[in-house]
Nanobody, 126 residues
Framework: QVQLVESGGGLVQAGGSLRLSCAAS????????MGWFRQAPGKEREFVAA??????????NYADSMRGRFTISRDNAKNTVYLQMNSLKPEDMAVYYC?????????????????WGQGTQVTVSS
């Protein structure tokens, strides 16, 4: 059974940083894309970032509003994906979800991600 477990969420002041982790188990994720999405109260779940790794190359994809502030990375040996979030803003406050795709391309489409974690809360105080 595939499991994704997020950690690293918490309370941070605006301008601060957090690093989220997602530990995956149940299959080998090295050939598939993994992503982060977030959902704020009353809003739809939205794409944050995604990553794939194939051989010695890495492909990443970011939502425009996160590009330059957030960095996604992965450690295939640990089956773990990370999201480094810098310069956090109050509007970044949401539940952040890790997701694993059945495809190689790091898509921004929710429908391409078959497995989801339980989410981790990120709270940004102004």
């Amino acid at each position: 059974q595939v499991q994704l477990v997020e950690s690293g969420g918490g309370l941070v002041q605006a301008g601060g940083s957090l690093r989220l982790s997602c530990a995956a188990s149940g299959r080998t994720f090295s050939s598939y894309a993994m992503g982060w999405f977030r959902q704020a109260p009353g809003k739809e779940r939205e794409f944050v970032a995604a990553i794939n790794w194939s051989g010695d190359s890495t492909t990443t994809n970011y939502a425009d509003s996160m590009r330059g502030r957030f960095t996604i990375s992965r450690d295939n040996a640990k089956n773990t994906v990370y999201l480094q979030m810098n310069s956090l803003k109050p509007e970044d406050m949401a539940v952040y979800y890790c997701a694993a795709s059945n495809f190689r391309w790091p898509s921004n489409r929710r429908t391409e991600y078959a497995y989801w974690g339980q989410g981790t809360q990120v709270t940004v105080s102004s």
